[in-house]
């Protein structure tokens, strides 16, 4: 597709209730609408988001190089992190293990906030996992499927005890960095990342209702391994390019990372190793040249939409400073994720 008509898809889609919305796909990137809306600052391709779930997909390609290396099992006990499941259960969610209790209700989460923006969480990594499992599994590790954040906690704790060094310099090393993905970083502190678009709930969301669109840049909600990245649309497509394409993983860890189990929701219809295969956009906007795999990111400010042929030779990034949350917005979405993907 021209350049022009997916600039007009993209404006298309800021027109239609979004702040400001970044596309990358093959050679082109576009950005339309505010990256602030109290100050009115253009949006532009340099800026970054907080990519939320795309982490995963990340974690996962760190996972499968110690994997490549022996340091890792994949179908061996994800001991001593958490027992009784496997490294692969916890990428593909057929685990059982459910998210931490705290996040069980987002509305109660999110009352300290209600009352003072800048509440700070307090809980470490391991003590949001043990919360998680302090509760009954969902179902026997393998014996189904259930999206998992506190799945992917475990992965980066799992990380850090198999190379005695932080989940956050270990990506620099061994993706980040050979790749010259330089915008692209898991901050120490995500509250004070720098170049970040800011973020939007809109006014009727029930978590933080406002008079108007509720700025959530600086709230600080615990991601980290399930959802903590700050990156730019160039940068994930970049990434996305080299994890299919095979410039990341060994050919063994590459067909493990695309071999996937029913997922049994609106997002995917299979689920990979930290990665997802989808053939319409949140089941509202099918695909018209097939297939295309990655992940969607939903945080509680932005949405990332991170897609790739299975080759990584076409790919397509789409990013906005506010949540998708309603079929308008995602059918608007879908015109402009899959023209910028088939065209």
């Not at 030779?313 to 949350?325: D, F, G, P, Q, S």
């Amino acid at each position: 597709m021209q350049a022009a008509s997916l600039q007009d898809e993209l404006e298309a889609v800021v027109e239609g209730g979004l702040p400001g919305a970044v596309a990358v796909t093959g050679d082109w990137q576009g950005a339309a609408g505010l990256a602030n809306v109290e100050t009115s600052e253009a949006m532009t391709p340099e800026h970054r988001f907080r990519i939320a779930s795309v982490t995963k997909t990340f974690v996962a390609a760190l996972v499968l190089q110690l994997v490549a290396e022996g340091a890792l099992e994949l179908d061996g006990e994800a001991e001593p992190v958490v027992s009784g499941v496997t490294v692969r259960q916890l990428l593909n969610h057929t685990s059982g293990l459910p998210d931490a209790a705290l996040f069980d209700d987002l509305i109660e989460f999110f009352e300290p906030f209600r009352e003072d923006p800048s509440h700070r969480f307090e809980h470490s990594q391991r003590e949001l996992l043990a919360l998680a499992l302090a509760r009954p599994r969902l179902f026997p590790a393998g014996d189904g499927w259930s999206y998992s954040s506190s799945g992917y906690t475990a992965l980066g704790l799992l990380v850090e005890e198999v190379t005695g060094s932080t989940l956050r310099d270990e990506l620099k090393r061994r993706i980040f960095e050979p790749l010259a993905l330089d915008a692209t970083e898991l901050p120490v502190n995500p509250v004070k990342a720098s170049g970040l678009a800011r973020s939007y709930l809109p006014p009727d969301n029930p978590l933080l209702p406002g008079p108007g669109l509720v700025d959530t840049t600086e709230l600080d909600f615990p991601s980290w391994a399930g959802g903590g990245i700050v990156s730019t649309g160039h940068d994930v497509a970049r990434f996305l390019q080299a994890l299919l394409g095979g410039e990341l993983l060994p050919s063994a860890q590459r067909r493990e990372l695309l071999s996937s189990v029913p997922s049994g929701w609106e997002e995917s219809d299979s689920y990979g190793l930290g990665i997802e295969m989808l053939t319409s956009l949140m089941d509202r906007s099918p695909s018209p040249c097939g297939p295309a795999w990655g992940h969607l990111g939903l945080g509680v400010g932005y949405t990332t939409v991170a897609l790739a042929s299975e080759d990584g030779e076409r790919k397509v990034v789409v990013l906005t400073n506010i949540i998708a949350i309603n079929e308008k917005i995602w059918e608007q979405l879908g015109r402009l994720v899959w023209a910028g993907y088939c065209g």
